[in-house]
Nanobody, 119 residues
């Protein structure tokens, strides 16, 4: 069974930086497009950034110029470098990916990692 595990969340002051990681583990799979979502209390889960297997990226307007998504295909890992953090970036951040296995394609989620930005 393939799993996605996020790490790197925490508490940071406004203006600070954090780097999130999402590692895929398991056997006999490959990874297609990967994405970061976030969900603040009482709000819907929103797309933050996405990256294709070839490295094409897209970002929500609210994070453009501050966040950078990347991936290391050899390590089956995706990253989100978050700079100039704002209190409104506070949320649980979720990793999402299309996983290609022998049994077909599965869209999978990680368990989430909390990011809290204090003012």
């Amino acid at each position: 069974q393939v799993q996605l595990v996020e790490s790197g969340g925490g508490l940071v002051q406004a203006g600070g930086s954090l780097r999130l990681s999402c590692a895929a583990s398991g056997s006999s799979f490959s990874i297609g497009p990967m994405r970061w979502y976030r969900q603040a209390p009482g709000k819907q889960r929103d797309l933050v950034a996405g990256i294709t297997g070839g490295g094409n990226t897209n970002y929500a307007d609210s994070v453009k110029g501050r966040f950078t998504i990347s991936r290391d295909n050899a390590k089956n890992t995706m990253y989100l470098q978050m700079n100039s953090l704002k209190p409104e970036d506070t949320a649980v951040y979720y990793c999402n990916a299309d996983l290609y296995t022998y049994w077909g394609t599965k869209n999978s989620w990680g368990q989430g990692t909390q990011v809290t930005v204090s003012s």
